[in-house]
């Protein structure tokens, strides 16, 4: 390994994520969580970009709004966490999924209405404690079956999406109030999401732990570091 690998694996340390091979991690979740028995439960979120072709030199990220209230597993209400900030399509595993590429697939689909094909050939994995549960959460570029446009954006000078719905993107009530495509600079410029008073904190409020994987992957988008092409299984 070159200096300036160690140094890039040493910087994403410190920001909280690591990146490694998909192969990895597409294994039974039975062999996954027996490789972390200190993880209690597993997420995953899809970075679905999108480059505008009345702007070649501009890329967006699929972001949408946390809603304050939203049903656990059992179908009864409950109030969410991180409500009203910004983040990518994803959630937690669910006991029918067989991989961790399956609940990617799964949540994009249930929370967008959109359907993943391909993935990039390295994730992202970062790790914390919720309300005393340790998780873990892999972050997947992806790419989907739909025809996408630029139609409904993150405006700067009015601190909220612009723009009509797109087709295809259908947001699931109960998890999302809202979304938008978001540029680099934007992301680059969202403010520290408060846990205070989020319902009435402006702008493309976003978790830190989010933020830094979203400019992390926007950074190997540019740089044509984002090999999407992991063929996703039908299941």
């Given at each position: 390994?070159?200096?300036?690998?160690?140094?890039?694996?040493?910087?994403r340390i410190i920001m909280g994520f690591s990146i490694i091979p998909v192969e990895e991690i597409d294994i039974p979740f039975v062999d996954l969580q027996a490789q972390q028995p200190?993880?209690?439960?597993?997420?995953?979120?899809?970075?679905?970009?999108?480059?505008?072709?009345?702007?070649?030199?501009?890329?967006?990220?699929?972001?949408?709004?946390?809603?304050?209230?939203?049903?656990?597993?059992?179908?009864?209400?409950?109030?969410?966490?991180?409500?009203?900030?910004?983040?990518?399509?994803?959630?937690?595993?669910?006991?029918?999924?067989?991989?961790?590429?399956?609940?990617?697939?799964?949540?994009?689909?249930?929370?967008?209405?959109?359907?993943?094909?391909?993935?990039?050939?390295?994730?992202?994995?970062?790790?914390?404690?919720?309300?005393?549960?340790?998780?873990?959460?892999?972050?997947?570029?992806?790419?989907?079956?739909?025809?996408?446009?630029?139609?409904?954006?993150?405006?700067?000078?009015?601190?909220?999406?612009?723009?009509?719905?797109?087709?295809?993107?259908?947001?699931?009530?109960?998890?999302?109030?809202?979304?938008?495509?978001?540029?680099?600079?934007?992301?680059?410029?969202?403010?520290?999401?408060?846990?205070?008073?989020?319902?009435?904190?402006?702008?493309?409020?976003?978790?830190?732990?989010?933020?830094?994987?979203?400019?992390?992957?926007?950074?190997?988008?540019?740089?044509?570091?984002?090999?999407?092409?992991?063929?996703?299984?039908?299941?």
């Amino acid at each position: 390994m070159s200096a300036a690998e160690i140094l890039k694996r040493a910087y994403r340390i410190i920001m909280g994520f690591s990146i490694i091979p998909v192969e990895e991690i597409d294994i039974p979740f039975v062999d996954l969580q027996a490789q972390q028995p200190d993880i209690e439960r597993f997420s995953a979120s899809a970075l679905i970009f999108l480059v505008d072709h009345h702007e070649p030199h501009t890329a967006y990220v699929l972001l949408c709004q946390r809603a304050l209230l939203g049903k656990d597993e059992k179908g009864n209400g409950k109030e969410n966490s991180w409500a009203f900030s910004w983040e990518p399509p994803g959630g937690s595993q669910e006991i029918f999924d067989k991989t961790i590429l399956n609940t990617a697939k799964r949540e994009t689909e249930e929370e967008v209405n959109l359907h993943g094909s391909r993935v990039a050939s390295q994730v992202y994995r970062d790790s914390w404690m919720h309300k005393g549960v340790p998780m873990a959460r892999y972050t997947f570029p992806l790419e989907v079956d739909e025809q996408l446009k630029v139609q409904r954006t993150w405006c700067d000078r009015k601190q909220q999406p612009v723009g009509r719905n797109e087709g295809p993107i259908r947001l699931r009530e109960d998890e999302h109030l809202d979304y938008c495509w978001a540029t680099e600079a934007q992301i680059r410029d969202s403010p520290s999401y408060d846990g205070k008073d989020p319902q009435h904190q402006r702008g493309l409020v976003m978790l830190e732990s989010k933020k830094d994987m979203i400019l992390d992957a926007f950074m190997r988008l540019k740089n044509s570091q984002l090999d999407m092409t992991y063929a996703l299984s039908m299941d």
